[in-house]
């Protein structure tokens, strides 16, 4: 890329790039917890998502780092197989991504219907706020980053509201409501229309601002925010006693191979519908490289399993907060991963002054605008085959978790298709026939045992006397089935005076050492083109 272009919209890319650094740290340590590893762990997948795959990626606005959805799938590996081992297996993992790159499977990202698409970004939205509510209360039992409904802990998103209603802390509720009210107010055309304040990020605002009332809230005593209320960032003092690193010696165990397949599959899936879904949110509509986006996370789970850090996917919390805050290039994506570098090693004490109360306002806001009531208004208009899939997937990715939501979505979108393929195997339009010009009925591309009764239907309601010509011209596959009943509805309705004629199925019979049972179709389309 030429670095006269990669800094051009450096004045947007820097503010974003801090936005996101704070949203991502707290996410990275709670990942971390989930996952059962080092909190550092976490904070490396952070690093290398930011520098690493933000390099390598083609994504203008993606941001990677380590996945909630791979949570429980890395917690039970490594009680399994141990750290060490683990991180043998992803770095197995990354390069079997780098494989699925070269081989094309990012083409898997375009089969993703719009509707889901749509249904999972506001199912995100929808599980960022209910996730987030108790961190704004104070109530911060449920690591960051969760997006599963069922937790580790055998709590649900709901349970949690729930505990949280009945522990409220005063002060983080203070630090939110102030926060939040921030972002509402830089989101106002007068903050907008003004060029000096419209300069000022507002959700850096509002850290700053929580991290101000934190320093007061000593005059709240007992109702005051206290050490768990706040980012706790590992100790690194005792330098690279603090780290682990792949043991080798497991690479002939069956089980990290296995795992390094589950991980590169899962971590892929969610690559591809991230890349999907932040595509969506572009406002310059710019479409991301998906064989090198799963090159590019091959490479930094290469880089992360070497270094001793968790999976990592791109993932829409942070590329949604990307977006949110003016992110315009993957500069922003870069620096993020550069601030956490620092941070972790030049103000972990400044860091450690953050409210997670400021970041949870941060993110009802990230939450508020991927699930807008205006884009179910869009959906509900565009009809139920649309609305649809987009609501199921909406109630799959709160009710369950985002893969499961999204399959949920797919599934019932693919069930539309064939609903509709069922309905609509052939044009026709009977109000056309006249004396002088036969009905003409063309079969579509794709014509199944599906399609069997309503073809059946329709050929049995026909008014006697009438001529009719099927057209197959643009019939791809003809099944068996359909064939025999064409053939079958010819004999019996002979006899009430109606006449069928075959265009288009000349290859087709011959393949199947037939003879057409009609009038031969060059003689009949000629009669045709006659009238």
């Not at 704004?136 to 209603?165: H, I, M, W």
């Not at 850290?207 to 925010?225: D, P, T």
């Not at 795992?259 to 599959?265: E, N, S, V």
């Not at 059946?456 to 008014?463: D, G, K, Y």
Request: charged fraction near 15%; hydrophobic fraction near 50%.
């Amino acid at each position: 890329m030429n670095p006269i272009s990669f800094f051009k919209h450096w004045k947007q890319d820097l503010p974003a790039s801090v936005v996101v650094f704070l949203v991502a740290v707290p996410l990275c340590l709670g990942i971390s917890l989930a996952s059962g590893a080092p909190p550092i762990t976490g904070l490396i997948a952070g690093i290398i998502g930011g520098i690493v795959v933000g390099g390598a990626s083609g994504s203008h606005l993606g941001v990677s780092g380590p996945a909630a959805g791979l949570a429980i799938i890395v917690a039970g590996a490594i009680g399994l197989l141990g750290l060490p081992s683990f991180l043998v297996a992803l770095v197995l993992a990354g390069a079997m991504q780098l494989v699925l790159g070269l081989f094309g499977a990012g083409i898997i990202a375009y089969y993703f219907p719009n509707s889901v698409i749509k249904g999972m970004l506001s199912g995100i939205g929808i599980i960022i706020i209910l996730k987030q509510i108790p961190h704004a209360f104070g109530y911060d039992k449920d690591f960051e980053g969760d997006l599963g409904f069922v937790q580790p802990d055998n709590q649900t998103t709901f349970s949690e509201l729930s505990n949280a209603l009945g522990a409220i802390t005063p002060g983080a509720l203070l630090v939110a409501a102030v926060c939040l009210g921030i972002l509402v107010l830089w989101e106002t055309n007068w903050i907008k229309g003004t060029k000096a304040l419209a300069q000022i990020p507002g959700p850096l605002l509002a850290v700053i601002a929580g991290i101000v009332l934190g320093s007061m809230q000593s005059i709240m005593g007992q109702h005051g925010l206290e050490a768990e209320h706040y980012v706790d960032l590992p100790d690194l003092s005792t330098g690279l006693a603090a780290f682990q690193f792949p043991e080798w010696t497991a690479i002939s165990d069956v089980r990290v191979w296995t795992t390094a397949l589950t991980l590169a599959i899962v971590a892929s899936l969610e690559t591809l519908l991230c890349v999907e879904a932040t595509d969506k949110l572009d406002s310059q509509k710019r479409i991301t490289p998906t064989n090198r986006e799963l090159k590019a996370q091959g490479l930094g789970n290469i880089f992360s399993g070497m270094v001793g850090g968790l999976p990592i996917t791109q993932v829409i919390v942070r590329s949604s907060a990307n977006i949110q805050s003016g992110g315009r290039t993957k500069l922003s994506a870069i620096l993020h991963g550069v601030w956490i570098l620092l941070a972790l090693l030049l103000i972990p004490q400044l860091m450690e002054m953050i409210p997670l109360a400021s970041l949870a306002a941060i993110l009802l806001m990230v939450g508020y605008k991927l699930a807008k009531p205006v884009l179910f208004k869009q959906m509900w208009s565009k009809g139920w085959t649309q609305f649809t899939p987009f609501i199921i997937t909406i109630l799959g990715v709160v009710f369950t978790d985002l893969l499961t939501g999204v399959l949920l979505g797919m599934a019932v979108g693919i069930l539309i298709v064939l609903r509709n393929n069922y309905l609509t195997p052939f044009h026709f339009d009977g109000d056309l026939a006249d004396s002088k010009h036969p009905i003409r009925i063309e079969l579509s591309e794709e014509v199944t045992f599906f399609n069997k009764a309503s073809i059946q239907r329709t050929l049995a309601e026909l008014p006697n006397g009438t001529h009719v010509v099927i057209d197959g011209h643009r019939t791809v596959n003809l099944d068996p089935d359909v064939m025999e009943i064409i053939e079958e509805c010819m004999v019996r309705r002979k006899e009430e005076g109606v006449r069928m004629d075959l265009v288009g199925f000349e290859k087709r019979t011959a393949k199947q050492g037939k003879e057409l049972p009609s009038v031969v179709a060059d003689a009949a389309q000629r009669k045709l083109d006659r009238n």
